[in-house]
Structures are given as structure tokens and as C-alpha cells.
């Protein structure tokens, strides 16, 4: 995996090494290039330059994942097919990559707080669900010629009920694992992937109304559980909480269409649409910077769509 390297961060020295904290020394990759190592800071530098960055990527990202899967699937038969799936895993890696996330997933920063302490990074994947349940049908209702119920149906009564097949598709998976933002740079080491300190992880309060009238959800309260790292020293908080998830996604799909055969060649079909079709609230991740905010749920995913269509099949 490619991981955003920032070959200029200074390294994190022992807080009795000097006067006063932060005591950093500039960084190995350019400690024998005397230019640069003025340009980064060295102390005999006049005058120092310490927050220079020079980044590029290194191929030392890693990532594990282990599951179990188990599916049961029918073919069709009698008008009707369907397969459900559940997945247990776990994802793990010291690497959010470039793009992160969106909507009710966050990724902590693609660059490592710490260039020189990669076990630090080991967190789970921004994207790791432990449950997934997932499944889809397709069924031909039983109604009209050829079919248990009314099978003797005339044209008129034939071209109404008859044809008809419904499609559902559900997701239920449990939540993300959350990240801690906009922690300051203590350490001294102008280091991109600042990180908080875990004094405790807060417990869910799940959909609890924000008090003072404000709209939302307080998913959990931050009573000092995430603070900024003392000088001279790294935020101890893992990129993503593996123990702090967000909300869990539940979402049906549903499709009705209906066919009409014109020749045998020809056939026109209408379909309907329903995403989200019984309207559930997607809620989307918490507040996760540090402050009074913290915690609180105030947007969701799109609400019910409803989509028509008419196509020609030849």
C-alpha cells in the first residue's frame, strides 16, 4: 500500500534533553546534507527554518483482513430466487490511503503522525464492519395466466395483474470505527497526523436528542475522554477507534416492474424504483473534533427516491 510520507518531520527526543519542551532533532533522511539541514532546522541553522515539508509516498503501507462468510442462495424456481450473506471480519491496517471516507465513515489523516513509529498507525480500517448482513429476491407474483391465481384470466384481466415481479435488496452492517479530530501538533516535529490522547473512550448514547433545542442526536457525551497531548509529546489516541463506532447502516431497496409482451421479439416494461423505500433515517457520522460539538449527529443520507421508468426490449 502507498503511504503519503512527509521525509521532513523531525524526530521526537526525550523531554530532559533540553531546556525546554519540545525537544526534537531534525530528521535522518537529510542529516548529512548541509543544506537541507539548515532548511529543516538544525540547530546551528541561522535562521532555523523548522516547519519545511518535504513529502512524497512510500510503498510500506500494510493491511489484514480476516472473515468468515456464509451465503445461502435458491435458484429459481416456482418464480422466485434470492441468496442472503453474512460476514464476520476484521480489517487492520496503519494506512488510511489518499481519499478517505465520506457520509457516515471518517479516516483519520493519511499521513502518519509519527514517520518513525509505524507500529503506532496500526488501527482498524476506516471501512471495517464487523457484521454484515446483506441479501436479495427476485419473485414473479403469482397472478395471471400460467400462474396459481387466475390462471384462466382473460386478455383484459391478463394485461392488468398479470406479469408482475417485485425485487428487494437489503443491507444491515454495524458501524465504522471513528477517528479523533484537530488535535495540536505538540510534539515539535511539524508532524500532519496530529492525534488527541485517549484519557477514556466515551460509551454510546445512541439517539439522544441534542439538549438547547438544537436539532440531531448526541451519539456520545465527551466529558474530557479526548484532550490535546501535552508539549512534547504524540497524541496516544489510535487513528481509528476500534471500541467508538458510528452508526449502523439499515437500508431496503425495492423494485416493482411489470411486463408487456408486444411480440415475440418485442417487450416493453415499466418499472418502479424505491431506494431507502421504507424511508429509514441514514444518519451520518458524529462531530469528532475536539469541542462542544463532539459527538453530536446533525445530517443524514438522502431520504426515499422514488424512480419510474418505462423500456423497450427488443
Known amino acids: 500500500m502507498m503511504v503519503p510520507f512527509d521525509y521532513a518531520q523531525r524526530q521526537l527526543l526525550p523531554n530532559s534533553s533540553c531546556g525546554t519542551p519540545p525537544c526534537t532533532a531534525p530528521s535522518p533522511f537529510f ?100 457484521h454484515v448482513l446483506s441479501g436479495y429476491a427476485i419473485y414473479e ?19 392488468v395483474i398479470g406479469g408482475w415481479s417485485v425485487s428487494p435488496i437489503f443491507i444491515v452492517r454495524s458501524g465504522w470505527p471513528m477517528p479523533v479530530y484537530n488535535a495540536a501538533d505538540e510534539s515539535g516535529t511539524f508532524g500532519r497526523g496530529a492525534r488527541a490522547n485517549c484519557n477514556s473512550i466515551p460509551s454510546i448514547t445512541g439517539e439522544t436528542p441534542i439538549t438547547g433545542g438544537v436539532g440531531g442526536f448526541q451519539w456520545f457525551t465527551n466529558t474530557n475522554n479526548f484532550t490535546n497531548p501535552v508539549a512534547g509529546t504524540f497524541g496516544n489516541c489510535s487513528p481509528q477507534l476500534g471500541k467508538l463506532r458510528g452508526p449502523r447502516y439499515t437500508d431496503v431497496d425495492l423494485s416493482l416492474h411489470k411486463d408487456f409482451p408486444l411480440t415475440e421479439r418485442f417487450k416493453l416494461q415499466f418499472r418502479s424504483d424505491f431506494i431507502n423505500a421504507f424511508n429509514h433515517v441514514q444518519l451520518n457520522a458524529p462531530e469528532m473534533s475536539l469541542g462542544g460539538k463532539m459527538g453530536q449527529i446533525t445530517s443524514a443520507q438522502p431520504p426515499r427516491n422514488i424512480q419510474l421508468a418505462l423500456k423497450l426490449y427488443y
Open 31 to 130: 542529516a548529512k546534507n548541509p543544506t537541507l539541514y539548515s532548511v529543516l532546522g538544525h540547530p546551528n541553522a541561522t535562521p532555523p527554518k523548522l516547519d519545511a515539508t518535504v513529502s512524497g509516498t512510500q510503498s510500506n503501507g500494510t493491511m489484514g483482513y480476516n472473515s468468515l462468510q456464509a451465503v445461502l442462495q435458491k435458484q429459481m424456481g416456482h418464480g422466485l430466487q434470492y441468496q442472503v450473506s453474512y460476514t464476520f471480519s476484521k480489517c487492520m491496517s496503519d494506512s488510511t490511503g489518499y481519499y478517505g471516507a465520506w457520509n457516515n465513515a471518517l479516516s483519520a489523516s493519511a499521513y502518519w503522525q509519527n514517520v518513525y513509529d509505524k507500529k503506532a498507525e496500526w488501527a482498524p480500517c476506516y471501512y471495517d464492519a464487523t
Open 141 to 159: 407474483l403469482p397472478f395471471g395466466r400460467g400462474k396459481t391465481l387466475a390462471r384462466d384470466a382473460n386478455k383484459i384481466v391478463n394485461a
